[in-house]
Structure formats: C-alpha cells, structure tokens
C-alpha cells in the first residue's frame, strides 16, 4: 500500500487511479502480502471486477477480469489466503443471479462453477469469507422487503443452506454488505435503522460464544456522515479499514486507521453503548 497512510480521519484511497470522479468504486479486497487488490468499478455496461498491483510509483492502472463468456460479474470476494473466490454473476440472456466459486490456477483463475448447496434470492450481494469457510452476504429473502445478512458454513467440502443471525443484526430495515473477520470474532455491516447520522451507517458486532451475534454498535461520527457508508472491509494486516461512501455524485472507496473503531470494538464486547 504505497499511499500516504491515514490517521483516525477518513481519507478517499488512491483518488484517480482506484477511486475515480467518473465511476462508482466499492468493495476492495487485498492479496493477504498486499501487494495486489481487486475491486469492483461500475463502467457504463455494468459493474466490474478490476485488479491492480504494485508498481514501482504505487499501484498501476486498473484492468478488467474476465470470467465465463455470459456471465457478469455482479459481486466478488476472495478468501483469506486468496486461493478461491467467491462470485455472484448475472446470466445475461435472463437476468438470473447465482453464487459461484473460482479457484486459483497456476495460469489465473478456474471456470467459476454454481454453488447448488446454497439456494440463491433475490439481490445477492457483498459477499465476505472467513478463514474456515464461512460466508456472509446479503440478501432479500422475501419479494419487496429490505435485505438482511445471511450466513452459511462451509462442511464436507459443500455449503449448507443458509440461516439468519438474529435480531441483533437485522432489523425490520435495510442491513447489507456484511464483513466477517477471519477469525470470526466479529461482523462488520451496513444499515439504514434509525438513531444513525443519516443514509447507511456502519456497524460492529462481537460473537459470543455460545450466545451468538451481540448488539450491534454504530461505529460513530468519525466513520459515519450524512452520506452512505457501506462495504467494510479489514487490510490483511488489520491496521486499516476500508469502506465505501457517497461523495457528491459517485461513490469512492475511503480507508482510515483501524485504531478508529477499537472504541466500538470494546464497546461492542461490553454490550454498552457509547
């Protein structure tokens, strides 16, 4: 990560060469040295997954990668140690989206394959991968409602069906883009439910064990505007982290130092409010 490092203010990342004036930028992940990204840019036919690596001046332009002919890419993300990747891809003939996995190749990546195991919904999206194969990702399970998190479990090599985290993370309101740590201590997430600072906020929820997801904690007025916040995400280091938010008329991917939300993250382990 070759930019100028951000303290505990919120600052855009990469401005012109990841995050443009001209295109939408949301969902980064890193390569666990850091040293390749990959996001997914909005171009005028659709959204795009897009990688970039390290240079000798910082990261090189971003190109486009391409998966099975008919296919597009609607979400992605990679496992921690980036040996698969998680895809929801949109059939271009019906419009119909599904989960997918691609695993790494010695050449780039495999042809993604349908994961049956875990019947898709409506609006699939922001897909995050733990180190012992758990997935979160949204979802509208019913037709007209808000989505809500979901989360699967990957045993005997297949995924199984998928289940609802409680009342702690959703709400009879807007929760999505999920971020699940690798160690599956807690679940960052995107919400619109009241008492935020407008649009969709950020939060934070500790697992406890034998009990389940805590409450669900806003991670407060440096992170959250009046704007949109959404799609976090932890650098493999867990010194920084990442999220997307509306400026003016596209949306940019910012990051700021992790030390902003430890007093969330305390908080959250007390179940006390700030």
Known sequence: MAEHKPGKKPVIYCHKIISTDTHDEYGIHFSPDARTLYFIRELEDGPAMMQSGQGVYGWTR???????????????????????????????????????????????????????????????????????????????????????????????????????????????????????????????????????????????SLFIRGRGWGPAINLGPSINTERDEGRPYLSPDGEYLFFSRNRKQNRDIYWVSSEAIETYTTLASKNTLP
């Not at 996995?101 to 990546?109: F, L, T, V, Y």
């Not at 479990?153 to 993370?169: D, T, V």
């Not at 009879?172 to 201590?185: A, G, Q, S, V």
């Open 62 to 204: 971003p190109r486009e990668i391409h998966f099975k002919k008919g296919l597009v890419v609607r979400e992605a993300c990679f496992n921690p140690d980036e040996t698969s990747l998680l895809l929801v891809l949109r059939d271009e003939k019906d419009g119909s989206e599904a989960l997918y996995i691609s695993n790494r190749e010695a050449k780039g990546w495999s042809s993604p394959e349908e994961i049956t195991d875990t019947p898709p919904g409506q609006g699939i999206g922001s897909l995050s991968v733990s180190l012992s194969g758990t997935v979160c990702y949204s979802e509208k399970i019913n037709p007209g409602h808000h989505p809500d998190i979901q989360i699967t479990h990957y045993r005997n090599q297949q995924y199984l069906p998928p289940w609802n985290p409680g009342a702690n993370i959703n709400t009879p309101y807007r929760e999505t883009d999920p971020f699940i740590t690798p160690d599956e201590k807690y679940l960052l997430f995107s919400s619109d439910r009241p008492g935020g600072y407008g649009g969709a906020d950020l939060y934070i």
